[in-house]
């Protein structure tokens, strides 16, 4: 009955049938664009649930004000779960941003009064978000009581802040910490600093002291000359030249090394006698690295430097200098040697620094550093949780260990001798005085190690800027992060 | 007190949308329009109180009394055109007239909210075409000889497609308006619906190759002069309606797949031939990372989407006027900021659903002209939406078309109109042969029962 398609009937239309049974091309149209808008949603879903979070996250996204008078921000919480950061609400009804510790997390907790910086930056639309269950943000609503933005769990460790913190007393510079087999991040200082609490009051001073920049984050944003710290690197490509291989290396050293009319001097011109390679590198002895430096291929060099991340981005959530250097095939002498002890035009950041740093204690392999470990809502739930990932392989596993023993030599009788003994753990490191001026007696005090029990378990990079020697400046306040760390 | 009614509001139009979105598709469930009954009556009123919610929550927040008669004058503007349509046509489709005055009570409010004024511009733009186009279905469903002017559409649509090329002024590196006296027309919008009945007078009765060609040079020369002007968007719709109509009314599926080749081809030389088309690829590429530049729109627009989530910050409380040209083309962004994803979803859906029904009514149509017609509208309707939509949400690159009835626009609120209306006459033609109303049911997009309806006329499906 339904198909009675008589045969008999004469076809109105030219070329036949073809127009009744095009149903089923139109069916397939139609769910076709069902198929195409389902897919489209469901994009838009994903979107909304997973991508929107950190897409908001963005200084273009003028909805801050909008939302901070909607709910309530979120804390910023230390992996133990100190506040750092709380808003409170005053005798008005109103709210106000609270930071119980002060100048101590000034640049990496930052602050959201007066734009915004550090943790408060990144998390910002994080914090301005309420993920709790729907039925108390409905019931919250329609109470009129205002939602608690979601919480920040950071990997920072409130001890170990305040030992570098204190430490670093009233010098300018930086100290940063992290975990070399997680990636976490344990401790941040810049100095000089200020009181996140007080920044809208105090901003014009703030925002114009260009002398002391107390805004600017040293640890990240900060970019330096390396000094001796970069004989890390030199002994590197060293190692990869030689295959690893340093007991037929000697040098006599003068207290200066001069090479095709290119003299350098050994910090405070002292002679260091007959050295080997472990030797020079623990005496930190520039003559010898030079000499070494020249024998070194540029172009091998330039690979090493790329591989460290030199002239690259790093795998960072947070905003960060890019380390420089200029070696390469068409570089002069007098450039190789300069570089090599860590002079030249040669910058790093610390936060660089302690990335070299803790991919040598890691065998290599840098983990993706971060400072966020976990979003919660306000009842405690996880919202999301920062997964530990590797980030590649810096340097071939086969030159770490030996680069590991030449940095334990530093610290047993080289340059940071100050710092042997500890209780319980033993540090291994470099120094550096890194001179930054034309006049050779002012020098950042640098120091780059790392630490633990057995294993290297954590990094600590310290600069003090015109802190002078690194082994008695920098490593002493290394090694108090590291106490409260371990003790 | 206000906060509370504004966030009671906010909910009630999230769960009002969801229900009646739900409504348009279990019509389908009934096969009668006589059962469905109750479904539509349920849905305008559903329509009416989300209507009065927002504008609730608008006049709480305002106290401007402006907001109260703005209200009275559209909702009585929009039941004008619903029982407009129920007395004049008793016979016609409700589900289409419902979503179509859904769908510009959604425009009108969201519109009262970023653009006052080109809210109170757009309700007359409403309601003058609403009144022109209501005999639209009346001539559709009494006069059958449109098939005979096939040159007539070709010549007036290439001729007003090229006195956009040569006469009107350049607009974000676009030519498409032209302006008469004080008022901007977008020719290629009316061209759309001229275009849709020359292809399917070509197509109907002959599928020989010459007449193939024929049609395809002829859709080629209208893609031609909107991709002159520049107006891509334009020239995509155009494109894929015309293979859809030819894939079929030949029922060939090798034109459908040529059509697909033609396509990525025409979008790979468009890149290496226009800056503005690189510029659009590659804001849709990194959106963030080009944020002071290319991709400055998206990124607000997903900022705006993404702030809101699901459920959408309430009509008034958002920050929609940061999305650039958030009226017309933005206009999804600026739903899902303040109303909330779910209701996007739902307003996508409710899309959808007309365009369900559109395809369901052309199904039902023996003759090929008309059946051709109607799915070309219906093709050249979702496809829009898909591109807006697509487009905002950051699922394909930017085109820079409208959404149909929500978008501040006027062309583009006449022209929907005119296609909702001649798929409206459409509808009560077919009615009026059955001497029946028709019945759609899901059950038409079974194979087996695709060719229950006999050459002439009679429909057997009944027994």
Known sequence: ?487 | MESILIEICRYLIIIFMSVYTIQCFSVFRYSTEYERKGIYFRQNYFMVMIHFMAFLSLFAQNGDVKYLKTYVMQQLGILAILIAYRVIYPRANRLIINNMCMLITIGLIILTRVAYDKAIRQFYIVMGSATVTIIIPFIISRIRFFEKFKWAYVIVGLAALGAVLMFSTVINGSKININIASYTFQPSEFVKIIFVFAIASMLARSHRLGDILLSAAVAAAHVILLVLSRDLGSAIIFFVVYFTMLFVATRNAIYYCIGLLALAGGSVAGYRLFSHVRVRVTAFLDPIGTITNEGYQIAQSLFAIGTGGWLGMGIGQGAPNNIPVVAADFVFAAICEELGVVFGMCLVLLCLSCFVMFMNIAMKFEDPFFKLVALGLAVAYIFQVFLTIGGVTKFIPLTGVTLPLVSYGGTSVAVTLCIFAVIQGLYIAKGRDNRRPYVPSPDDFRTENLNIVDLDGELNGYV
């Open chain 1, 1 to 487: 009955m339904f198909n009675r398609r008589s045969s008999d009937r004469k076809d109105k239309v030219i070329q036949g049938k073809h127009h009744i049974d095009s149903n089923r091309e139109i069916g397939f149209v139609t769910y076709l664009f069902i198929g195409i808008f389902l897919v489209m949603l469901v994009y838009l879903g994903y979107y909304t649930q997973v991508k929107s979070k950190t897409v908001i996250n963005n200084t273009y996204n003028k909805r801050q004000t909008l939302l901070e008078s909607r709910l309530i921000r979120g804390d910023i919480l230390s992996r133990d779960g100190d506040v750092l950061a709380t808003t409170l609400s005053d005798n008005d009804g109103g709210y106000y941003r609270s930071y119980p510790y002060r100048n101590t997390f000034a640049h990496i907790v930052g602050y959201s009064t007066h734009g915004v910086l550090g943790i408060e930056n990144m998390e910002n639309y994080t914090l301005l978000t309420c993920d709790a269950n729907i039925v108390s943000r409905v019931s919250n609503d329609l109470s009129g009581r205002k939602n608690h933005g979601n919480n920040v769990c950071t990997t920072l460790d409130t001890r170990m802040q305040e030992a570098a913190y204190d430490a670093m007393e009233d010098r300018k510079g930086a100290v940063v910490a992290m975990n070399v087999k997680t990636g976490e991040i344990l401790c941040v200082v810049s100095k000089p600093d200020f009181d996140p609490n007080e920044v809208i009051g105090h901003w014009d001073r703030l925002n114009s002291d260009e002398e002391n920049s107390p805004l600017l984050n040293r640890a990240f944003l900060g970019s330096y000359p390396p000094g001796s710290t970069f004989k890390i690197v030199t002994a590197l490509e060293y190692l990869k030249e030689h295959n690893g291989k340093t007991a037929d290396y000697g040098f006599e050293c003068t207290g200066s090394f001069e090479y095709n009319g290119s003299v350098i001097n050994c910090f405070n011109e002292t002679s260091h006698g007959w050295v080997n390679f472990d030797d020079s590198f623990a005496q930190s002895c520039n003559s010898s690295f030079a000499n070494i430096s020249s024998t070194i291929n540029k172009r091998g060099f330039e690979t090493t430097l790329d591989e460290l991340l030199f002239n690259n981005e790093l795998p960072l959530p947070f905003k960060y200098s890019m380390s420089y250097s200029d070696i390469g095939p068409g570089s002069s002498t007098d450039d190789l040697l300069q570089t090599g002890i860590g002079q030249g035009r040669t910058t790093i950041s610390p936060i660089h620094m302690l990335m070299i740093t803790s991919a040598i204690a890691n065998d290599g392999v840098l983990m993706r550093p971060y400072v966020v470990s976990e979003i919660q809502n306000a009842d405690g739930g996880v919202i999301s949780r920062t997964r530990v990932r590797e980030y590649g392989t810096l340097i071939d596993p086969v030159y770490t260990g030996s680069l590991r023993n030449m940095m334990r030599q530093v610290v047993v009788n080289g340059t940071a001798k100050r710092v042997l003994d500890t209780n319980g753990y033993k540090i291994s490191g470099k120094t550096g005085s890194a001179e930054y001026s034309s006049n050779k007696s002012l020098s950042h005090a640098w120091f780059t190690g790392f630490a633990g029990a057995d294993e290297p378990e954590i990094a600590v990079t310290v600069i003090v800027e015109g802190g002078g020697s690194g082994g008695a400046v920098a490593a002493p306040i290394a090694k108090r992060v590291f106490d409260a760390y371990f003790n």
